[in-house]
């Protein structure tokens, strides 16, 4: 998510201060960070991958592609506390990603436009395209999917400064990238955004 990588920033930002650049290299601690947030939100994505091959492809059901199929064929399959359990993680997923996505959208405001906006205002303008998307009756998956890849053509204008920022020893000081590691920085930041152009070429025109 784009947006995390503004409003991570942002957090962290006030952590620690270095003085001096000696106490600056303290940072580089919130890598692990970084490393334990990544681990546990690929752990999670693994463990719905891994549950829906071993019962959906196990059992012959190969396009279980909706949310609410999917929490059907639990029910069906494994028990109707399974079907609330997955019902109840959706919700909670969906109210961390509506709190984030608020705050992400504060902290671009107030760093580029110096701009604040009442609490209520951002909770109804974060709400209203769901609430648009449920009144119109719209396939609640295939707008999920859509909103994603939509989400994700705003990677490169984050990850592009960032790799920008982190190569320059005048922004960044003791904690400048090495050249090996913007070397491969480079070559990550090309993939994703040469991948991000083909998914939105096969979403929209494919």
Sequence with gaps: MPHVIYLHSALTRWRIVGRTEEEKKIFR??????????????TINASMLIMAAALFNANGLFDVGDIDLAFEQLRVLVSDNAAIIFGVALLASGFSSSSVGTMSGQVVMQGFINRQIPLFLRRLVTMAPALVILALSVNLSKALIISQVVLSFGLPFALIPFLLF?????????????????????????????????????TFFG
Excluded: K
């Design 29 to 42: 601690f919130e890598l692990v960070d970084v490393v334990i947030a990544m681990a546990i939100a690929g």
């Design 166 to 202: 982190c190569r320059n020893r005048g922004v960044m000081g003791a904690l400048t990238n090495h050249r090996l590691t913007t070397a491969v920085a480079m070559v990550v930041v090309a993939l994703i955004v040469t991948l991000n152009v083909f998914l939105l070429y096969q």
